[in-house]
């Protein structure tokens, strides 16, 4: 298995790298479908956080997501400072997985 990966902000990448983690924290100018999808060809589990995944696509992540291979998933920021329950919900609601409740 490879090293799993992150895309995120500076804050929670700081806190994976300690754990062994290889992050990438993106500039605002850098396009995410480009870097995302260069990351999936990399690793087999690659972790986003929530702000960076609100940059993509719904459809490419609905994608990645449903493919599981390599493994995708949203985290929240260490600092919390994203609103991950409310962005779980959006997310859910937008790539058609159940009610939002």
Do not use: C, M
């Given at each position: 298995m490879s090293?799993?990966?992150?895309?995120?902000?500076?804050d929670t990448a700081a806190a994976l790298r300690l754990a062994g983690v290889q992050v990438y924290v993106p500039g605002e100018e850098e396009d995410p479908v480009a870097l995302f999808e260069q990351y999936l060809g990399e690793?087999?589990?690659?972790?986003?956080?929530t702000a960076f995944a609100r940059r993509l696509p719904p459809e490419t992540l609905k994608a990645a997501l449903k493919a599981g291979q390599p493994l995708v998933a949203v985290i929240p920021d260490v600092l919390g400072e994203e609103d991950f329950v409310?962005?779980?919900?959006?997310?859910?609601?937008e790539l058609g997985w159940g009610s939002a409740s």
């Open positions: 090293t799993p990966h992150y895309i995120g902000d500076a690793t087999d589990f690659l972790l986003l956080g409310g962005e779980s919900v959006r997310l859910r609601r």
